[in-house]
């Protein structure tokens, strides 16, 4: 689709659950967008959703929806495990597709969904919706700036909600769950490829996946990285992700040091607080902030970005898919490491 596309773009979406409904919400407010079909095999989200957003095309699967309905766009927001899969699905069709982080859960996997992007000649687009985050893009526009001097380390702490595992600790290793945005915010920051990885895993709730995973991350460039989750914060933790569907915490911290600056950004100070009788919230304002009734912040930023990308018909210069398939490739190092114990080295 070249300049000029759809003045409506038709956009159908898989995956209603936690994340698919947010998208849900951000999609049917977009001004030139027709969220014109969802699916998901659970019957009772697929009506909720759409009676919500007054949705036409109701669908049990992404095939029968792809079957019945002329799209210009998907987006993806299924469990991690079937993305690759279902991305090849979408793009056989020549729909342009935003699947949610990660790309694929491996890199294989990875480079034949990138291909087939290519192929088709459609927007490929995944959900590192940091990108899009205000906070997170002005200190991308500072190191950019050269205003940070040569790196010297880049840390990211991601841990959450302890109740929040039982839903992902037999899907997918918490690296391609929640490390998977800090290893691509490290090397989006440090714009170097990483030539080496040292990784510990820790599995206390008895899970197939671990539920903490610590990594050092080395760049071509001299600078060093740590990336760590855990999924242990306490449900007595003020609550800074609030949604009728999803509640708990994210604590997540970021600093770069350059040798001229040194830059930090601490999720949890939002600066909000409303500390109810039962609850210290502190609703997250900047990554998917509802107020009067539609969705905000990074999440609408992205999403809208994508559209465009759909009309226009143009490769993200924010968010690149080949950026992703370097992520996965790190994240894949990361899993060997805390495997075999040993340190794993990247192809520069
Ligand atoms: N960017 C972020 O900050 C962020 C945050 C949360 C989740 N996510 C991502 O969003 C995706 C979904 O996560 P979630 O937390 O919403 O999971 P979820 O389990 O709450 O929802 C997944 C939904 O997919 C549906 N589904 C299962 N198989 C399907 C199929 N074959 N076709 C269509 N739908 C199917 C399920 O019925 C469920 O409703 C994951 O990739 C996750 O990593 C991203």
Redesign the pocket.
């Known amino acids: 689709m070249g300049t000029g596309g759809p003045a409506t773009v038709r956009v159908g979406l898989?995956?209603?659950?936690?994340?698919?409904k947010l998208h849900a919400s951000v999609l049917a407010a977009l001004p030139g967008v027709e969220l014109a079909a969802v699916?998901?095999?659970?019957e009772s989200?697929v009506a909720a959703v759409a009676a919500r957003h007054a949705v036409k095309g109701r669908y049990p699967?992404?095939d029968a929806m792809l079957a019945a309905e002329p799209l210009d766009a998907c987006f993806l927001?299924?469990?991690?495990p079937?993305?690759a899969a279902?991305a090849l699905t979408v793009l056989e069709r020549r729909i342009a597709l935003f699947v949610?982080?990660?790309l694929a859960m491996t890199v294989a996997e990875g480079e034949v969904v990138l291909a087939a992007a290519d192929r088709a000649e459609v927007p490929l687009q995944v959900?590192?919706?940091l990108r899009f985050e205000t906070r997170h893009a002005l200190l991308k526009a500072e190191i950019a700036a050269g205003r940070f001097g040569p790196l010297v380390s880049l840390r990211a702490k991601r841990n959450v909600s302890r109740a929040w595992f039982p839903?992902y600790g037999d899907r997918a290793h918490p690296v391609y769950?929640t490390s998977i945005?800090d290893i691509d915010l490290l090397l989006w920051y440090a714009a170097n490829p990483c030539t080496a990885v040292y990784a510990v895993e820790r599995n206390h709730a008895r899970l197939t996946y671990p539920d903490a995973c610590w990594a050092m991350l080395q760049f071509a460039n001299g600078a060093v990285g740590i990336v760590e989750t855990s999924w242990f914060v306490p449900a007595g933790a003020p609550a800074n992700v609030i949604t009728p569907d999803w509640h708990g915490t994210i604590d997540s911290e970021l600093e770069v040091v350059g040798t001229d600056c040194s830059g930090r950004i601490r999720l949890l100070d939002g600066g909000l607080a409303v500390w109810q009788p039962e609850l210290a919230a502190h609703p997250e304002t900047s990554?998917w902030p509802e107020s009067g009734g539609s969705i905000g912040g990074a999440l609408r930023e992205q999403d809208h970005h994508f559209i465009d990308r759909v009309r226009d018909g143009s490769a993200s210069l924010i968010a690149d898919a080949a950026d992703a398939l370097s992520g996965l490739r790190v994240a894949a190092a990361i899993v060997e490491s805390a495997r075999t114990g040993a340190e794993v080295r990247l192809a520069a």
Do not use: I, N, Y
Not at 14 to 19: T, V
């Open positions: 898989a995956g209603l659950g936690r994340f698919g699916c998901d095999p659970a989200e699967s992404l927001v299924t469990p991690e079937l993305h279902q949610e982080k990660p959900g590192f919706l839903a769950e945005h990554l």
